[in-house]
């Protein structure tokens, strides 16, 4: 995996992937950003949120589980020192369909918490306690 990081200015920069998406990261303008993308951590959280959010998706969508809609909304609290690394960072997923099943939707968030998510486990085994919920919504 690769990825490519141009300063552009200020505090902006663009990022791109080894498979060819760009993305623009940026600062606030009390650090010599323009607010134009997200910050750096944020791309981190982010980063996470789709991570954890692709697994719980193919897994159910391989227990053939009915679902119309996934939504991962993460909170992040934030060491008040420098390094000012995530200490916590809780996901809750509200997951729709027509008859999800409770079993099959924590089945799956588990998996990714603790088998198949390398955003999550990374973080995790760096200190970061994780924390996961979900919300089923018949729809």
Known sequence: MKANIKWTEGRQFVAESGSGHSVVID???DHG?????PRPMEMMLMG???CTSFDVLEILEKSRAPVSDCVATLEAERAD????VFTRIHVHFTVSGR???EAQVKRAVELSAEKYCS???MLG????E???SFTIIEA
């Open 81 to 84: 020192t420098v390094p000012s």
């Open 48 to 50: 996470l949120g789709a």
């Open 125 to 128: 085994k760096g200190g970061v």
């Open 33 to 37: 950003g323009r607010n134009t993308g």
């Open 99 to 101: 008859g999800l099943k």
């Open 119 to 121: 955003a999550s486990i």
């Open 130 to 132: 994780i924390s996961h």
């Open 27 to 29: 600062g606030p303008p």
